[in-house]
């Protein structure tokens, strides 16, 4: 077991989309990306000195394909439980995806590109951990909690690290060319993304990572309220 003076946040590019490894004294893993980025991930695990039966929770941040999609593999090649929220149990345990909503001219295009996901069983996992109320990470070793974010989707989740270090899931996105924060380009409650992101702001990070781009400062984020 590794020992850890604090937790970090360490990134897993995995194409478009970013996983995260917190360490702490028991490791947790946020987000899985798309299918098929298992062995990316465990490998990132190994790397870090960690066994794949020492994974001790999956965060999923919300239930969308590109951040759920290897869930399942995982908690069966790990045994970690796997965390949402409430509103978003029933996409994951069948494999559907919570409902994807532009918030953008950039969000409308991007969504005509996607296209509809049809629910795929075979990538559905029941997750065991199931919550809607600010969820303490002590019992990893971790010094930070889960925090409920929505507006990006209705169970969006947030994890926020006593180190500063906050991940934010899709609720703060970057922009391909620029690399700069940006609102999330898919929203079903924009006003209320923006409710959470003033929430995360609250909590004083000073570095915020993000499923897509980032990661960014806290005055990056505080930026894109004014």
């Not at 409920?148 to 060319?177: K, Y």
């Not at 993304?193 to 990661?215: E, N």
């Amino acid at each position: 077991m590794i020992e850890e003076t604090g937790p970090s946040v360490i990134p897993i590019p995995l194409g478009h989309v970013n996983a995260f490894l917190v360490r702490g004294i028991r490791p947790i893993l946020v987000d899985t990306g798309f299918p098929g980025s298992a062995p990316k991930i465990l490998s990132a695990l190994q790397k870090e000195g960690y066994k794949p039966w020492e994974l001790a929770l999956i965060v999923i941040t919300h239930a969308h394909l590109d951040h759920t999609g290897s869930a399942a593999t995982l908690a069966g090649a790990t045994g970690a439980p796997v965390l949402i929220h409430k509103a978003e149990a029933e996409y994951l345990s069948s494999g559907a995806s919570a409902p994807v909503i532009p918030a953008s001219f950039t969000g409308r295009i991007f969504r005509l590109m996607i296209g509809k996901h049809a629910p795929a069983p075979d990538l559905g996992v029941t997750p065991v951990i199931r919550i809607d109320t600010p969820y303490r990470l002590d019992a990893f070793g971790i010094d930070g909690t889960i925090l409920p974010t929505p507006g990006h989707t209705r169970g969006s989740l947030s994890v926020s690290l006593a180190t500063g270090e906050c991940i934010a899931g899709d609720l703060i996105n970057g922009t391909f060319l620029t690399h700069r924060a940006r609102l999330p380009i898919f929203a079903e409650d924009p006003e209320t993304a923006k409710q959470s992101i003033r929430s995360l702001l609250d909590t004083a990070p000073k570095t915020v990572y993000a499923g897509h781009g980032g990661p960014f400062s806290g005055a990056d984020v505080e930026a894109l309220l004014r």
